[in-house]
């Protein structure tokens, strides 16, 4: 005999919705944090290989990619939090805030990896040979290890951010000391 059970509305978020956003967000994680190292930590036995340029491009563009795929699933997080837990919503926003400044950072990165890729390859070479393009990759790429200390920097405040809402603010130390700063800005 069938059942006659009926979903509630928050039952039916998570069938319809599934929130993925757990199972993703820590693959652009990893390959941004070692994109960073692979900036900042410039070794020269590293720096002298012939792919280090391809190895940080590929690097820095699969990691931004997937960063926007987690940025949009934590969208349908955030949405399934304001149904079953609304007073994290603060604490939530910020998290979002941090997440997105996270995406553009690496975005200017990654765009920047991109145009120089394809004038070091001759492609898209009427793009490539715009003046303004051509300086401000170059300035880009002159600061793009600050760039990406920055960006590690939000990925970090956001990862603790995530972990409060989560397990929350109490996990272990840092998560406790990054929730202290962002929980008494709310108050």
């Not at 070794?43 to 990619?65: C, D, H, M, N, W």
Request: aromatic share 14%.
């Amino acid at each position: 005999m069938l059942s006659s059970y009926t979903y509630t509305v928050l039952e039916e978020i998570v069938i319809l919705y599934m929130n993925i956003h757990p199972l993703l967000v820590h693959f652009p994680i990893g390959i941004l944090v070692l994109y960073t190292a692979f900036e900042i930590l410039r070794f020269s036995f590293i720096v002298k290989r012939p792919a280090y340029f391809e190895i940080k491009a590929i690097l820095i563009i699969l990691g931004t990619i997937s960063a926007y795929l987690t940025f949009s699933t934590g969208e349908i997080a955030e949405e399934l939090i304001q149904v079953t837990d609304p007073t994290k919503m603060p604490l939530v926003e910020i998290h979002s805030m941090y997440a997105g400044a996270t995406v553009v950072i690496f975005s200017i990165l990654a765009g920047t990896y991109l145009v120089e890729w394809c004038r070091r390859n001759n492609f898209l070479s009427f793009i490539t040979k715009i003046g303004i393009i051509q300086k401000l990759t170059r300035f880009i790429l002159r600061f793009s290890p600050l760039l990406a200390i920055l960006g590690l920097i939000t990925i970090t405040i956001t990862g603790g951010l995530g972990a409060a809402i989560v397990y929350g603010p109490d996990v272990d130390p840092f998560v406790n000391f990054i929730y202290k700063i962002f929980i008494t800005t709310l108050e």
